[in-house]
């Protein structure tokens, strides 16, 4: 059974910083493109980052360059968002991708809320 479990979320003050986390079980980690996007009510999901499958290549939305993080572990089947400098229009719920050539799995997102 495919399960992606996203954590990490919760609410954070503009300026600070949260490390969003996607566990993985159910197919070969290792061969998926590991995204995250977001999504605000009534918006389109928007692609946030993406990793390949060894971590050797990174992309980011402009919104987010120089201020979010992706990683990956295989070892541990996790994917990682390191947000820091989080502003309020960050605020969305995070949702995990695993995407291959046939197949594209998404986890139950979690809730990021930036607010003073």
């Known amino acids: 059974q495919v399960q992606l479990v996203e954590s990490g979320g919760g609410l954070v003050q503009p300026g600070g910083s949260l490390r969003l986390s996607c566990a993985a079980s159910g197919f070969t980690f290792s061969s998926y493109i590991m995204k995250w996007y977001r999504q605000v009510p009534g918006k389109e999901r928007e692609l946030v980052a993406s990793?390949?499958?060894?971590?050797?290549?990174?992309n980011y939305a402009d919104s987010v360059k120089d201020r979010f993080t992706i990683s990956r572990d295989n070892a541990k089947n996790t994917v990682y968002l390191q947000m820091n400098s989080l502003k309020p229009e960050d605020t969305a719920v995070y949702y995990c991708?695993?995407?291959?050539?046939?197949?594209?799995?998404w986890g139950q997102g979690t809730q990021v809320t930036v607010s003073s």
């Open positions: 991708n695993a995407a291959a050539l046939r197949n594209a799995y």
């Open positions: 990793i390949s499958f060894v971590g050797g290549r990174t």
